[in-house]
């Protein structure tokens, strides 16, 4: 079991040696206010310690102004570090919020399919963008902060400890005080509200993914004001527990000031007893003085970031588990493989006795599957649901392995191995069409910069899925935006869409789940024939469940309860 620091140093991972040089840091912005301090002494010693007493005439003599222009330079020179300090502890936290999100973002993109159905898109949204920020900001810049300020204090407490350790005594014993009561009764309150602010953000992505998600159903249920209280809720959490910790954040500012005020009133009257002469004093009090000053925002910031990192504490072991596990998938992860695939002229595919079975099922999914695709070929699939469709359908895009049998290419197996050169024959068209919220053009040569696409073969592509035409008649054409999720289009209009990617990014494979089952019987008659008008140019598996979609197949095979039952040609299977 790792130690909080443990789990923090893994996060960081290879940056950190930047935390070494931050230290070194530190270090020199503590020695140069060590340097300022300890010339305060000396300075008031020759400003009063005169034969007149005068301050003229120590002016006279020089050495005051000599000493005053060292602590003002050095404490110039000690701004300019602590500000290059504090731009760097910055700078080095959002870089650290950034390398997180890639990397997370990258792994979660590469996660083994039947591992990321099973996580919610709310916890990942949480996990990628906040989480990462409360890391860098709530985390990583508060212990640097709190590095930083604990370096200022040592030294300074050193200096301080050669001076009078009684005078030191009292001030290191008030703050050590006051540090320790404000941890002791708050700590756990910091830790609490942390992950009451993280359960309540992932709950309001939740509720607004819900609402907007399903917002027709949603409105003709007139179920709207259930979705808004689930939100209202959580924002009402969040902005409570926040509040309060902020709340109790600003306490040790106020708690600091108040010590430093008895510490004076403290010091000046046990050394006006003990009969301490006012040189003496004055010598004295002004170091401490200054050192209290010094103190003073240092200590503030040092009980500040602990609040602040026992707020964001819970999100070292969210974070650190996270990373864990994408180290554990990361030797599984298929390779990325760049070129043309070196199944491109492929000549058949096998399924060999298909097995699969998902974790805590009674019964397998699928069994004993045997298919024969050849190139070209129209295959059809059909059965009820429940039947084993989308499972099979899986397991030839390679999202799923099976546990026994084979899916082989001319012989080659697939495998993790050669799992993205398969990927690049395939292309997929679901029953909900993936649009995102841009022009057509942009739809149909999804993922390829503007300065890429060819207008040459969006016109092909487009024309091959029969939709060309449509799109012409648009007074924007192919710039024509197509709203989130395709709103602005017909439900025949986004199939054609993906057919049209599927042919502008060159798959030889077209594979179609279910993708008519959510038309018309017109609309899927049209969308069948512009999927016939492809047959010989592709190879097409098509998933259904009515006969219909299927006429223009090859080849069909009838599924049951994760079996194949019968295969035949379309005349025969549906006498």
């Known amino acids: 079991?790792?130690?909080?620091?443990?789990?923090?140093?893994?996060?960081?991972?290879?940056?950190?040696?930047?935390?070494?040089?931050?230290?070194?840091?530190?270090?020199?912005?503590?020695?140069?206010?060590?340097?300022?301090?300890?010339?305060?002494?000396?300075?008031?010693?020759?400003?009063?310690?005169?034969e007149t007493g005068g301050f003229f005439s120590e002016i006279s003599k020089g050495a005051p102004v000599y000493i005053g222009i060292m602590i003002v330079a050095a404490f110039c020179i000690k701004g300019v570090t602590a500000y290059y300090v504090a731009k760097t502890i910055v700078f080095f936290s959002y870089r650290q919020q950034g390398i997180l999100v890639k990397k997370i973002m990258g792994a979660y993109q590469k996660y083994p399919y039947e591992h990321l159905v099973t996580v919610n898109t709310a916890e990942i949204i949480n996990t990628i963008n906040n989480y990462s920020a409360l890391f860098a900001s709530g985390v990583l810049?508060?212990?640097?902060?709190?590095?930083?300020?604990?370096?200022?204090?040592?030294?300074i407490i050193g200096f301080l400890a050669y001076q009078?350790?009684?005078?030191?005594?009292?001030?290191?014993?008030?703050?050590?005080?006051?540090?320790?009561?404000?941890?002791?009764?708050?700590?756990?309150?910091?830790?609490?509200?942390?992950?009451?602010?993280?359960?309540?953000?992932?709950?309001?992505?939740?509720?607004v993914n819900h609402a907007f998600g399903g917002l027709k159903e949603i409105r003709l249920l007139g179920v709207e004001d259930y979705f808004y209280r689930k939100v209202s809720v959580a924002v009402d959490k969040y902005a409570n527990e926040g509040s309060i910790s902020s709340a109790f954040q600003i306490l040790p500012r106020y708690l600091i000031e108040t010590v430093m005020i008895v510490f004076v009133v403290s010091v000046l009257i046990i050394y006006s007893y003990l009969g301490r002469n006012i040189q003496e004093i004055v010598y004295l009090f002004g170091i401490f003085g200054v050192a209290a000053?010094?103190?003073?925002?240092?200590?503030?910031?040092?009980?500040?970031?602990?609040?602040?990192?026992r707020f964001s504490l819970f999100v070292i072991d969210r974070l650190y588990e996270t990373l864990l596990?994408?180290?554990?998938?990361?030797?599984?992860?298929?390779?990325?493989?760049?070129?043309?695939?070196k199944f491109k002229q492929f000549r058949q595919i096998v399924l060999k006795d298909v097995y699969f079975k998902y974790k805590n099922t009674e019964y397998p999914a699928l069994k004993d599957i045997n298919i024969v695709v050849r190139r070209g070929q129209s295959i059809g699939i059909i059965g009820e649901s429940g039947s084993g469709?989308?499972?099979?359908?899986?397991?030839?895009?390679?999202?799923?392995?099976?546990?026994?049998?084979e899916i082989a290419v001319d012989g080659v197996t697939i495998n993790k191995n050669n799992l993205n050169e398969?990927?690049?024959?395939?292309?997929?068209i679901p029953q909900d069409i993936y649009l995102i919220d841009d022009t057509i053009?942009?739809?149909?040569?999804?993922?390829?910069?503007?300065?890429?696409?060819?207008?040459?073969?969006?016109?092909?592509?487009?024309?091959?899925?029969?939709?060309?035409?449509?799109?012409?008649?648009?007074?924007?054409?192919?710039?024509?935006?197509?709203?989130?999720?395709?709103?602005?289009?017909?439900?025949?209009?986004?199939?054609?869409?993906?057919?049209?990617?599927?042919?502008?990014?060159?798959h030889d494979i077209i594979v179609m789940d279910e993708g008519t089952s959510a038309l018309d019987d017109e609309t899927e008659s049209a969308v069948v024939k512009s999927i016939a008008a492809l047959k010989g140019d592709y190879t097409l598996i098509v998933i259904a469940h009515r006969y219909t979609t299927l006429k223009n197949c090859d080849l069909i095979y009838k599924m049951s309860c994760g079996a194949v039952i019968d295969s035949g040609e379309y005349q025969v299977l549906c006498q």
């Open 1 to 50: 079991m790792k130690t909080f620091y443990g789990k923090f140093l893994f996060i960081l991972g290879n940056e950190r040696k930047k935390i070494k040089y931050l230290l070194l840091l530190f270090l020199f912005s503590s020695m140069l206010d060590l340097f300022g301090i300890a010339l305060i002494g000396p300075f008031l010693n020759n400003l009063f310690n005169s």
């Open 141 to 155: 810049m508060n212990i640097l902060d709190l590095w930083a300020n604990c370096f200022v204090a040592l030294v």
């Open 164 to 207: 009078d350790w009684i005078i030191l005594g009292i001030l290191v014993g008030m703050l050590a005080l006051v540090i320790f009561i404000y941890d002791y009764f708050f700590k756990v309150r910091f830790e609490r509200s942390g992950k009451e602010c993280a359960q309540a953000q992932e709950q309001i992505i939740r509720g």
């Open 293 to 309: 000053m010094r103190l003073m925002p240092s200590s503030n910031q040092i009980i500040v970031s602990m609040s602040k990192v």
């Open 325 to 341: 596990e994408i180290e554990r998938f990361a030797g599984n992860q298929e390779r990325n493989d760049a070129g043309r695939s």
């Open 389 to 405: 469709k989308t499972t099979l359908v899986n397991l030839i895009l390679g999202l799923l392995a099976p546990q026994s049998g």
């Open 422 to 428: 398969w990927r690049q024959l395939l292309a997929y």
């Open 441 to 506: 053009a942009r739809n149909v040569a999804l993922g390829i910069e503007d300065a890429m696409i060819s207008f040459a073969r969006l016109e092909r592509a487009m024309k091959s899925a029969q939709i060309w035409d449509f799109v012409n008649q648009l007074p924007k054409g192919i710039d024509t935006m197509v709203g989130e999720r395709g709103i602005m289009l017909s439900g025949g209009q986004r199939q054609r869409i993906a057919i049209a990617r599927a042919i502008y990014h060159d």
